[in-house]
Nanobody, 121 residues
Framework: QVQLVESGGGLVQAGDSLRLSCVAS????????VGWFRQAPGKEREFVAA????????YPADSVKGRFTISRDNAKNTVYLQMNSLKPEDTAVYYC??????????????WGRGTQVTVSS
């Protein structure tokens, strides 16, 4: 069982930056692909970005490409989401999730509880 805890959310203004962190209880997080997802009020959960177990391959969604960067430090059991040039439409609860196998998949096995990101205009 992998437990994931997100942190780093907050209230910022449009154009600001935030870095989210996802820390895993599992020492072998390096075996897992990790993804970031978000859900805004009244909307379905949306894929944001994913990273392979090695960190060599990353997959940002078109909506965040060029603004958000996903990375990982397996020595620290941590995955990051660097978010730059934030927009009000980025406001959502952000979740990290982990799965065995390739990062681009419809299902993830383990989920964190989320961290709120609010971007004011």
């Amino acid at each position: 069982q992998v437990q994931l805890v997100e942190s780093g959310g907050g209230l910022v203004q449009a154009g600001d930056s935030l870095r989210l962190s996802c820390v895993a209880s599992e020492r072998t997080l390096s075996r897992y692909s990790v993804g970031w997802f978000r859900q805004a009020p009244g909307k379905e959960r949306e894929f944001v970005a994913a990273v392979s177990w090695s960190g060599y391959s990353t997959y940002p969604a078109d909506s965040v490409k060029g603004r958000f960067t996903i990375s990982r430090d397996n020595a620290k059991n941590t995955v990051y989401l660097q978010m730059n040039s934030l927009k009000p439409e980025d406001t959502a609860v952000y979740y990290c999730a982990a799965r065995m196998g390739p990062p681009l998949a419809t299902t993830y096995d383990y989920w964190g509880r989320g961290t709120q990101v609010t971007v004011s205009s």
